[in-house]
């Protein structure tokens, strides 16, 4: 799947978190493409870059983490899709370990 989100899906994405856009946050996807999510706004979120640390590059660190184990067959997409999903922090110290 290739990311395609709009200005507008990002404005509105915004708008639904009542944050102002600014270049500290990107617009990030809930489930990642490369875990099966989709471009839909209801998949979308803006996510911080200042935050320490959980913050958008620390999240794409889990994502490719995860899309490599469900390509090896250590994890499957289900699981995989509902704990980024559900609490990403809480898989990311699961599959990638403690950041602090």
């Avoid at 999510?37 to 935050?51: A, K, V």
């Amino acid at each position: 799947t290739v990311r395609h989100v709009t200005e507008k899906q990002k404005d509105d994405v915004f708008k639904q978190y009542n944050i102002e856009r600014s270049g500290n946050y990107e617009v990030d996807h809930l489930i990642s493409l490369e875990l099966g999510g989709s471009n839909d706004t209801s998949n979308l979120w803006p996510q911080s870059y200042s935050t320490y640390p959980w913050n958008a590059r620390l999240k794409d660190r889990l994502e490719n983490k995860m899309h490599k184990l469900v390509c090896e067959g250590k994890l499957d997409l289900p699981t995989a899709q509902f704990e980024i999903a559900t609490d990403w922090q809480k898989a990311y110290v699961k599959y990638v370990g403690n950041p602090l």
